[in-house]
Every structure is written in C-alpha cells, then in structure tokens.
C-alpha cells in the first residue's frame, strides 16, 4: 500500500503521523512538543491542510528554543499532511533565529500567521514541496537520503557553557579513561575540544589527542589513555562542534583550573536543586539573557545553602552566595569548585533588617563591601556598574494552620522580620511563606535586579496571593516547569517554576507560557498559567443565596452528621448543597459533591442549591470533576466560561452530575445530630415512581419534572436510559438487614449513592453489570471533557 493510499484512510493528525512514519520507515523517532522528532530531521503533522510556511514557522519556534537551551538541531524541517509535504534545509534558516528584528511569539503554539509573514522572504525559496499525490516515491527519497547523511547542527562551545560541557564531557568520556588524579580531567578534556575531528586546533597543550587505529587516544605525561568505551565519545561528539571559535578559546584555556570533576555528594545539601535541573536552568539563563551573560552580570544567591546553583556558573569571580547555616558555609568555602566565589553567612530574612522598611549593612557588617558597592551601583543605575541576577532556590516552610494548633517550630518559620513588614503591608496569606518573603526584601533592597528562582507557582496564580501580587510586580522573560518528583524530599506532584523576571519593569503579573520538562529534564511540552482576578474565577460564579432559617443538619458524607462542624443556617426551598472547595483542579476531584443537607468537609465553602441556580451548580459541579488533575495541571484555576453555555450543555451537565460518583444526595431518617432526629429528602431522582417500579412513594417529584421539560441530548439519554435499569434493579432486590441499616434504606427516595453502594455490597450474592452504565456514562464524560477547555472554564 502506498504513501498516498494510507493518507486516502486518515481520519486524524495522529494517523496522519503514522503514515508517514510507516512509509518511511522512520526507527529511533518519539513524538513529543515535535510532532515527530528524529536526530535528523523534525516534522510538524497536520490532518487539514494549511500553508506549509506557517508549519515551518512552529518548526523554527522549536529549533531556535533548542538551539538556546544547547541541544543539537536535525539538518532537515518536513512539514506533513494529508496531501503535501515539504522539505527545509534548516542550516538556511539559522541566521533568522539571530535576527532581532523577527518578533518571535512566546509559545510554539502561538508561531502562526504573523511569524510565517515575517520569515516568508528568508525562506520560502529554500522550500521544497511535494504533491504526495504525484511525488511520493521522490518524497521518500529525499528523506530517506537526508536520513542516511545523519547530518545534525551540533552546539558550539563558549564561556556560557563551559561548566556545562565540561561535567557532560568528564560523564561520556572522562570517566572511560580511567585517569587516577581527577584534575587531570580539565587537561584531557581541552585536548579534546581544542581538536577538529583529524588534527589538532591548538598547539602546545599539556596533553593531547592522537587519532590512532584503535581510536582516540590521549597522552599525558607520558602516559596514554584510552577510551574503555567509544559509545560515549560518539554521543558527546554529535552534540558538540569543536573546535569552539578562534575568539574564545583563550578565554575558555584560562578556566582551566576551575574545571574539577563535580563531586554529587558535595551537592546534596536540604532541599537541594539536582544539577541536572541546574544544568537545564543556565541553558534558561542563556537563551533570556544573551551571550556572555556569566560575564556581564554579578550574582548573587542569598540561599545558596551548599551551593547547587552556581555548580554550573563557569566564572565564579562574579559571584556571591550567602545561606543561613554556618555549617553550608564551610561546606561551600572548602568546595573547589567555588574557588573565585565570595561565599559567607547570612540569615536573609532577618539580618540588617530595620523595623523601618529599611536595609542597614551596618547591623550585620556580614555583607561584603563588594557586594554593597554593586547594590548601591545598580541601585543608582551608575554608568558600568554590572547589572545584579538573583538566582535562588528559597526554602518553601509556611506556618499555615500550624499557628492554631500551638506548633512552635513553625511559629519560628513564620516570624522574621521581613514576616513583620509584609503584615504591616498587608499582605495576607502570603506573609506566611519563607519564598514570598525572599521576594519582598529582594523588592525592596535589589528593585531592579533581574530574577531568576525556582519555586511552586503559587505566586503567581494562587487566588490567596492576590494582595501579594499588588505589592509585588515585574515583567515575565521566559521559564520552564519541572516536576517536583525530580527535587528531593518534596511530597506530591506538582510542577515546580523556574521563572526568570525582570522586576526593573514593574508590571501586574499577566498570563505566563512556560516549556515544561519531566523529572529527567526531558523537554516534553508547553504550558501557559493563566493569571485572573479571584473575581473572575469559578467559585465566584454562583451568587450564594443568603441562608436565614433554623440550624442546618450538617453533613461530613451522605449519610453521616459531622462530628464538629461549623454550624449554619439553611435555606428555605434548598433542594441540597452543592460543596466546592478550592477553586484549583488539585482539590477538585476530592473537593467537589452534591449532597442533601449542607456539607461541612474542608473548608466548609458551598452553596445552596435552589430550582434556580440548579443548572449552574451542575455546571460548576461537571467542570470541577470532569478532568483529571495532572503533575502539571493540578494548580490550574477554573474560570468562569468565555464562551456562552448552550442549553444542550446545561442538560448534559445535569445528567452527568445526577450519575457521577461525587452525587452524594439521599433519601433517609434517623439521623441523629444536635440532640434531634433529622432526615434527608432526595430531590434528586430523575425517574416516577411508576419507571423504577417502587411501591411508595417519593417525597419530592422536582428532578422528574424538571427533566421533563428538558430537552436531552443522545448520549445524556443514554445514561438516564441505563441509569434506570439500575434503579429498577435495585427495588427489585430485597437487601439484606446490614445493607439496609448501614446505607439508611428505611424510605422510598434512596439516592444514586445508596443505589451504587447497596449493588456494590449485594455483589456477594448476586453481581450487577454495571458494565452498560459505565459505557454510556464514559460517552457523555468524552463529549463534554473538550467542552471545559473550550468553554474557557480551563486554559487551553
Ligand atoms: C530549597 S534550599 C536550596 C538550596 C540550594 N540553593 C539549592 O538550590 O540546592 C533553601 C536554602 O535556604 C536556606 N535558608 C533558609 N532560610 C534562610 C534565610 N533566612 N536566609 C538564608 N538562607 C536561608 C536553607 O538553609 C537552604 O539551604
């Protein structure tokens, strides 16, 4: 079967991908943020046609982001789809990457129509397009011989990265040969890199690097070392060009001595950032703050605890750490790899502190005077003074409710005098937390320092920092997430910032698109986190009805009464409460029931539920638990829809709510609560008395009703349709006395909880297929989980 035959049969962008895929032959190949990624060539996938310059554009986006974090790029761009493909040399668009008039867009995604405008008149003579139609058999060939060349763009070595190469170079290739005094490594690696491949760049090096038969051999001393594996070597090599250009190398020959092999255990103080995260981190760096940057800028990292971030900083003249513990100090101070580095003790948070909003060096003297000098520069903007980069991992302690629970350790987290100034800025929530305090100092003493920190995003989009955010203002440049699994001693999956900011701009905090890698550092996507007033968001979606009758029969599950609840009033003509909790998707799943008396779990939010507000609350309830939470998505925050809620969408919310496991209403007597008995009406059954076959009758006939002046769509049909047989079979069943008892089946009005529980339980005696239900449910969950992103209740 051809090419062209299997596109005729496509029916979506992945079987697009496969086509290809198969038609070429293509081995070694992964599909990630790159459609399909190869050594050598990158393609970008579409099912429906669109103008190929504008899939080159995405393209670009990707090898310009790789080519900054120093990855290799292929030598070849296809875009695909379903009827053309087309070929760019990538080596022909290169200068374009450079070029500082092209706007690039800040995420792959947003690479459209306005870049491939500005990129058309480089490129668009180097495209060649293939009808697939006519020109498969010459399409296949010319990727199959682009294949075969294994050609590869690979990264040039420069003061920015030497550290970087360095460490990668001692693990591919250092560690095979077997060298016993590792400061022998640096000499070994220079001869190495200051090498073209067949003959040698650089003359009268210590050590050098012989071509022989058997491989690359290096001679030291007059001693020869040889490489016990050659795989590492080949994999360094087509990565890296050497030799590095003519006008670094002399620079690059003068770090020498810093180059010592990194001792991983020397780096694992609390807490510590793994260097591999380090590593990807100063490629961050690179990309935002431009060549030479370890030159031009002095850093300072007041949290240095024993060093990780500067393991990868290739001139350390320029560099300051300082960190709380006396014993890091010392770890640092006998590090040679920090040899150069001021390094000294400083507790951030409360030295030189002044009750006055104020810093006074005098306090402490810990500071160095040098590093006073560069502050004041900076500060005052003085003519060739380095610009400041903070570069941070802060400690994320926060005393939270351990306050009220008398936990005296963490009342010492919470209570630095930095702790004492945002109080009285009145900064809320965030006051408690050890990094927003960093930050806030960081404000005051550096304003316009640029920012580089690794920390959660709570800063950013958590609704409790909002006052934060109006103290605290700066302009985003760029960053990538990480999963927090990758750092040490964290608890939970979530994703973990590094986010480079520029605070001499001060501007509100807005949306931020960052590159997401897994734990390994792998690059496996995008992501932007959307920034919106607390006003905007989800849980303030639903006006709250005032609730002004008798004391409400407080829940902590369907059937059970809270131990301790906080006591509220109910609500005349409530047909249950619907409890939202947190409005981030980490706390939906969990956070988010339909109960029939007020739910009074966590932190006791929620709303009543009235005929008039019930296909909100079915909405908001859908939203929150139709999608699963993710290491990456977790701190997302619902929003309220953009979009305009169809009448089709409303009813299938509703249905979806009536059956989903999160429904947790009732019908039962003989709870016991406040000294009184207290039963629960279901108003919640969506069928008569009649369909499910019961001989009593229901006490409220509200969902019936409402259903029937409902218009369904097939799939919301379908569950009810299977949703009754459930019900039918389950008064069909006399349960058992324990069942009975233990899910409160006294009364006629039992709940879609009872009904699930009680199968469930009887499966002893006789098993429930519940197998249709759950097809028809799965249906109508996959039609509307686009809609939640679609409607703007989620960022894309
Ligand atoms: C998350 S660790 C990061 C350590 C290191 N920079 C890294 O990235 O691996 C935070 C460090 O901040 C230090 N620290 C905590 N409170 C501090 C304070 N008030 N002033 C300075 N350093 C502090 C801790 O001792 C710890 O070493």
Same mark, same amino acid.
């Given at each position: ?5 299997? &596109? %005729? ?7 697009? $991908? ?24 990158? *393609? ?37 789809? #379903? ?22 867009? %800040? ?21 060649? @397009? ?29 003061? +920015? ?19 016993? !005094? ?48 050659? #795989?590492?070597?080949? !994999? ?10 003519? %006008? ?15 001792? @991983?255990? $020397? ?34 990292? /007041? ?17 300051? /750490? ?33 009750? *006055? ?59 630095? #005098? ?22 806030? =100092? ?26 934060? #955010? ?6 985003? &440049? ?6 927090? =699994? ?51 968001? &989800? ?26 609840? =906080? ?60 999608? %699963? ?113 233990? &899910? ?15 199968? +469930? ?36």
């Amino acid at each position: 079967m051809t090419l062209f035959d299997d &596109l %005729k049969r496509t029916r979506t962008e992945e079987d697009v $991908k496969d086509a290809y895929i198969k038609a070429l032959g293509l081995k070694g190949y992964s599909k990630n943020l790159v459609d399909i990624q190869t050594e050598e060539i990158w *393609f970008e996938a579409k099912d429906a046609p669109k103008p190929s310059i504008e899939m080159f554009a995405q393209l670009l986006f990707y090898i310009r982001a790789a080519r900054r974090r120093g990855e290799a790029v292929p030598a070849f761009l296809v875009v695909i789809d #379903r009827a053309k493909a087309a070929i760019m040399s990538t080596e022909k668009a290169l200068p374009l990457l450079d070029d500082r008039t092209i706007v690039w867009p %800040k995420s792959g995604s947003g690479a459209g129509a306005e870049l491939a405008a500005q990129i058309a008149p480089y490129v668009q003579t180097h495209i060649v @397009e293939y009808e697939i139609a006519h020109d498969e058999d010459a399409f296949i060939r010319a990727i199959k011989d682009a294949i075969r060349e294994h050609r590869i763009i690979r990264t040039s070595i420069t003061p +920015d990265n030497l550290r970087q190469v360095f460490d990668r170079w001692v693990d591919l290739i250092g560690n095979e040969l077997g060298v016993a !005094n590792p400061s022998d490594l640096a000499v070994l690696f220079f001869a190495d890199i200051m090498h073209d491949g067949d003959r040698e760049a650089m003359n009268n090096l210590p050590a050098r690097l012989l071509m022989t038969a058997s491989g690359p051999t290096f001679l030291l001393n007059g001693q020869t070392y040889e490489l016990a594996s050659k #795989r590492g070597y080949n !994999n360094f090599w087509a990565i890296y060009h050497r030799p590095p250009e003519q %006008k670094h190398r002399h620079y690059l020959l003068e770090r020498r001595d810093s180059l010592l092999p990194v001792d @991983e255990q $020397k780096f694992k103080g609390a807490y510590y950032t793994p260097l591999h995260i380090v590593d990807k981190a100063y490629d961050q760096i690179l990309a935002t703050l431009g060549p030479n940057w370890q030159d031009r800028y002095l850093v300072w990292d /007041m949290c240095a605890g024993v060093g990780n971030l500067e393991a990868k900083h290739s001139n350390l003249r320029n560099v300051f /750490m300082s960190t709380l513990d006396q014993a890091d100090v010392t770890i640092m101070k006998s590090n040679p790899a920090f040899a150069g580095a001021e390094i000294f003790q400083y507790d951030y948070l409360n030295d030189d502190v002044t009750d *006055f909003g104020q810093i006074d060096y005098a306090l402490s003297g810990k500071v160095p005077q040098a590093l006073q000098q560069a502050i004041a520069d900076a500060r005052e903007g003085k003519k060739g003074a380095k610009p400041i980069l903070v570069l941070i991992n802060p400690p994320y302690a926060e005393s939270g409710s351990g306050i009220a629970r008398g936990d005296e350790n963490k009342i010492g987290v919470e209570k630095t #005098r930095i702790n004492g100034w945002m109080r009285e800025m009145k900064l809320g929530y965030a006051s408690k937390e050890l990094f927003a305090q960093f930050l806030i =100092r960081i404000r005051q003493e550096l304003p316009k320092a640029t920012l580089a920190m690794f920390s959660t995003l709570k800063y950013v989009n958590a609704p409790n920092f909002e006052p934060f #955010r109006t103290a605290w203002k700066a302009e985003y &440049l760029s960053g990538f997430v990480v999963h927090s =699994r990758s750092f040490d001693g964290l608890k939970g999956e979530f994703p973990i910032g590094f986010l480079i900011w520029d605070q001499a701009n001060k501007e509100p905090i807005s949306d931020i698109a960052t590159t997401v890698l897994d734990r390994r550092g792998a690059l496996i996507g995008e992501k932007t986190y959307v920034v919106r007033p607390t006003s905007s968001l &989800l849980n303030a979606w639903i006006p709250s009805p005032k609730a002004r009758g008798e004391l409400a029969l407080p829940l902590s599950n369907a059937l059970t009464p809270s131990k301790n609840p =906080r006591k509220k009033r109910s609500f005349e003509g409530a047909l249950g409460h619907l409890f939202a909790s947190n409005n981030d998707l980490q706390n939906a799943t969990t956070g988010t029931c339909l109960t029939s008396s007020i739910y009074t779990g966590r932190n006791g939010g929620g709303v009543f539920v009235s005929p008039d507000n019930l296909a909100s609350a079915a909405v908001v309830f859908a939203v929150r638990r139709l999608i %699963k939470p993710t290491w990456l998505n977790d701190r997302d925050q619902f929003l309220q829809p953009t979009q305009p809620l169809s009448d089709e969408f409303k009813s299938d919310c509703l249905v979806w709510m009536l059956f989903n496991g999160g429904n947790l209403t009732a019908g039962a007597d003989g709870l016991h609560w406040n000294d009184q008995d207290w039963s629960l009406t279901n108003h919640f059954i969506p069928f008569t008395e009649a369909q499910v076959g019961v001989a009593g009758r229901f006490e409220s006939d509200f969902m019936v009703r409402r259903l029937q002046n409902t218009a369904l769509s097939a799939e919301a049909q379908a569950v009810l349709d299977e949703g009754l047989k459930l019900w039918r079979r389950f008064h069909a069943i006399q349960f058992p006395r324990k069942i009975r008892e233990e &899910l409160k089946l006294g009364r006629p009005d039992a709940g879609w909880y009872q009904i699930r529980r009680a199968l +469930d339980a009887y499966g002893d005696a006789e098993l429930t297929d519940f197998e249709p239900f759950k097809r028809a449910y799965a249906a109508l969950s996959a039609k509307l989980r686009p809609m939640v992103f679609e409607l703007g209740f989620l960022p894309k």
